[in-house]
């Protein structure tokens, strides 16, 4: 029987191997295959703050004027070769020159001004636009083909920081709708997009920088962690920027690296019970975080700000809470013999899979916090309606909640997380405190040191003295990468895959 | 068909025995439905007391045993292996099975009753009433069930009693169309369009001819559609929008477990075998009825007469 | 007459759908929170909303819809800014293809092993069909589907893990999608083809000396396919909006997957395209099955 199988199988390997059905691994060709976890909405240069969208277009497609140093966090140029304040509202960006779009027409301080036009427009939202100006409106102002100038409607201090996420596209563009074939100065171009199955880009000869090796790449789409990561492991892809803990088995080919999010539940720190510090210290202390790492790698850091060690602002000297169940509940009986209501139910509110088993976490944490005494209920949403319990107006500001939350902040400068998460008037803020805000207040204009340790002093403030979140950790993704690669994922892989980082091993 | 007279005349060996006896007796004749027979009432069992017993059990996390493998060396709660929060897995499906029980048993219930009840009006009745009621079904076929689910999660608020709701909505259509069919069917037979010309009155036509005719097809879909039901909520899970820790049923372990799948096969396993073990049991003892019922049918097969 | 009766109905109960999807649609909450960052303030969600025209009352947006759809005009995606229907009619090929191949090969494994069951009722090939049938049918399909790829493509290597292309691109999803309509129509046709079987005109055409396999497959399975077709004909409506994890699982680009993207994002334009779509599909199947029962039962047609 066991024999019959056998031949069975080996026929029917045969006859597939014959047609030539059987997709094979690549033979050595140069093109790479990236499996995204889902399918781009489109290929809008305004909307690449959208992971998916990025992934695709950023320094592949398009490339905006400055970049930042993963390693350094300092700005550099790119597409500008320098730039200088004039005034407290007004830049003056030099050009590269001999830089010309896919599509023949020359990068000048026109296609910079049309670029500015885009993310401006009012037909559609740009979430570049919205999430990383904050909303600021820029005016430009063309000095020569080579100089231009930015006037910001307020002081923008790190203006060259944010002009990072500006992608420079061709002035040929129309202005309807999400673009879906971008035209910019990058090293590839987009030669198809089949709606649903995958999107291919190819090597354009005529790139101002150095030729990258990669000459060309295949986008494919599949949600599920386990498919992408099998795609891997057959041949089928070459890399996938992100798969789960659970599916990283093979130290060969899975990568694990920072990828900048930070994880909290934020405490709804002016509602009873929680509007008492103690309660609030006594729920970081229960929960074990060294044995809840197995949930997200081990290689995750415990948290003690919202913010990671890249980050301008970060405070190295705040120790994370260590794991001491007695003391939580000595300070839960010691509320209690206050008249604090810590019998009253705290709802956690979390969000499917905003992170790798998200929900597994919420259900460790209910355990440990029931523990100590503590009654806490779970209620999961889907994203939309999560959204809702995010934003202020918050929809049941008298319930005393512990808001599951994720946060990165690339461009590694604080003032992109201290304002709307802490300061009283943040609309992300479950904190009202007089010291936070001065402190902010005093930071956001500011520059250099003074900005810095100011930064420094509200995380401080926020975890020692506050105890606005529940920590948890500066988290870790896992990416799985066919050997034949030769790539290592930084910190920006969240958000971009630059293909031209992509090398191949010498085959043996 | 030698199946079938058998179980017949097990049963005319015994007309002075109870119902219950006769009932027994024929079960004893059919090996498969007792084996179902008795998978049942342990699972009722279980429903009711299991909780009591092990509840504590199934929500204690235990790192140390995450995703610990099947074995007999831990104890008897660690027999299925851990979860991957270290809870004991034999605890959870044996806790989970009440849950996943009542979101099951309660959905059918409610679909086949509400789908049938319609059907039967739709069928007998015919005209304009037939056109509205087929048309709102058809409305809601064409409604998607993760649409509904999303609504009424929203609306509502996520917990077991909406998510009932959803799985029922979805479910009514294939009761509503088959009891029409059959009812049209059944309508034009001779007995029954004799009864109507004797002056029976429309309930008793519905109730003594008509529905016996249409149970077993009922019954023998509500079967199939236990599990569908199940399978459904865990597919819901899968999507984000089923069953909210900390409640829990087999198909959200499923869901869960299978991102575990190359690496810890056991949670998702056993959680999937005792819904396809429940599922089959379901089955055999509603095909088990459908022939110990069978007398009925012969007296209508005797009954009509029907030609191609 | 009476198609013209059905027609109305038919458009009155298409309408009534519209009507629904639209209102619900708008009860699963404000897209500004899915469109907009996290820090948006209130001030750029009004301004969203007045962009979209989400800031009428609802029945002038409901009225501006309709004037849209008389138009030929359904919608812009919110997500992707471009025309709703263009999007639904891309995806909804690759569903239908997909469903249509997995029940003709559910019905058609349905009858041939349904009615080998049938003839022997409690017997062992009985038992066998039913077991695997119904265990095959009350196994979830994620889990099966992420089995099989584990063994099929990582494994062994025979077949690719997913995406849409030739012939082997096709045989994981369809064996997934079969499971279920294979189990429940099984079932269902043995239920009804044992009833056939022991009803007088089979036993007459037994008496005329009729041979077995015509007897089962033309005589008793035409009797018995009332039933069948109706099982099979939710089951179609069912999968032709819900071949949803099949989609997801295998990236295959299909309406389903899209109807579930649209909900979650509350991309309302192209929910409402999707299920335009799709319920054109099933009341044009509806109508189909009417004629079938008709076409099976003459009775039907006094009743």
Redo the contacts between chains.
Sequence with gaps: MKKGKTYL?AG??GL?AVAG???HAHAANETVTVVLPE?P??L?PCES?HSSVGRVLIQNITEPLTVIDPQTGEVKPELATRWEQTAPDAWRFYLREGVKFSDGAPFDAKAVAASIERLQR????C?TK??TL??VDIKTNVVNDYVVEFKTSKPIPIFPTMMTVVQMSSPNMTLS??S?NPIGTGPYVITAWN???DITVERRDDYWGEKPVVSGARY????????R???V??G?ADLTPII?V??A?NPETDLSYPNGETTRLRISTMVPPLDDKRVRLALNLAI?RE??K??FGEGAQLSEQLVGPNVNGFNPDIKPFAYDPEKAKQLVAEAKADGVPVDKAITII?R??IYV?A??A???M???WSEIGLNTQ????????W??Y??K?FPEPDMANLHQDQHDNLLGDATFTTF?KYDTE???SAVSDKRVDDLIAKAEPATGETRTKAFQEAFALLHDDIVADVYMYHMVGYTRVNPRLDWRPTLATNSEIDLSSIRFRASE | MTYLTESTKVMKSAPQRSRFGTALSLLWADKFAMFAALFLILLAITCMVGPLLIGKAASGINFAGRNAPPSFDKGFLYILGGDNLGRSLLARIIVGAQTTMAVAITAVAASVIVGALLGLVAGYRGGLVSDVIMRVTDMIMSFPSMLTALVVLYVLGPSVSNLVIVLAITRIPVYLRTTRAEVMEARSRVFVTAAIAMGASHARVIFKHILPIVLPTLLTIAAVDFAAVIITESGLSFLGLGIQAPDFTWGSMVATGRNYIASAWWLSFWPGLAITLTALSLNILASWLRIATDPQQRWRLEGGHNHD | MRFFKRSLFTLLSMAGLLLLVFFLSRMTGDPSYLFLPLDASAADRAAFSQLHGFDDPIYVQFGRYVVDLLNLDFGTSLSQQRSAMDIALEAFPHTLTLVSMALAIAFAGAILFGSLAARKPGGMIDRLISILSLTGASTPDFWVAIILVLIFAVSLGWLPTSGVGGPLYWIIPLFVLVLRPFGLLGQVVRGSMINALSSPYVKTAYAKGASEQKIIFVHALRNSMLPVITVAGDLAANLLNGAVIVETVFGWPGIGRLMIDAIMQRDFAVIQASILVTACAILILNILLDIAYVVLDPRVRHA
């Design positions: 199988a029917i390997s597939l059905l059987v997709p399918e909405p489109s809008e703050k009012t037909d559609m939202t979430n919205q999430q904050g909303g709708g999400a879906r709606a649903g199955t494919v789409w599949r949600s599920e962690s386990a498919l990561a099998a795609m492991a057959t089928e789960s659970a599916d088995d074990d044995g809840l197995v949930l979390g499917n899979e088993n929900g597994e919420l259900e460790a209910q355990a440990m779970i209620r999961m949403f889907d994203t939309g309606n959204l809702r995010q934003n107006p709307n943040g609309v992300n």
